[in-house]
């Protein structure tokens, strides 16, 4: 399994990003994915799921509105498109196989900062 996060940077708040993560190594249009992210000082937090087939998202409370998975399983890559960024959004972002992020990539970081 790999997994390579791109699209991360610096934005000033109320600015948006998008993610993108490359898959490879296991049937991507098989498997639901995910968005985790880790803050400085704090513990892995999950952000967002999507289904096999793109049916079915979920969101975590702090991004829900603001925050869009999506997928293209023809190019076996993942999507998280950011808006209304806040700088308590500042992280390293990760795609994962799993919810917990235990099968993840080596994360894109994003800071949110005037």
């Known amino acids: 399994v790999q997994l390579v996060e791109s699209g991360g940077g610096l934005v000033q708040p109320g600015g948006s990003l998008r993610l993108s993560c490359a898959a490879s190594?296991?049937?991507?249009?098989?498997?639901?994915m995910f968005w985790v992210r880790q803050a400085p000082g704090k513990e892995l937090e999950w952000v967002g799921s999507?289904?096999?087939?793109?049916?079915?998202?979920l969101y975590a409370d702090s991004v829900q509105g603001r925050f869009t998975l999506s997928r293209n399983n023809a190019q076996n890559t993942l999507y998280l498109q950011m808006n209304s960024l806040e700088p308590e959004d500042t992280a390293l972002y990760y795609c994962a196989r799993d919810s917990a992020g235990n099968i993840r990539g080596q994360g894109t970081q994003v800071t949110v900062s005037s």
């Open positions: 999507i289904s096999a087939g793109g049916e079915w998202k």
């Open positions: 190594g296991f049937a991507f249009g098989m498997f639901s």
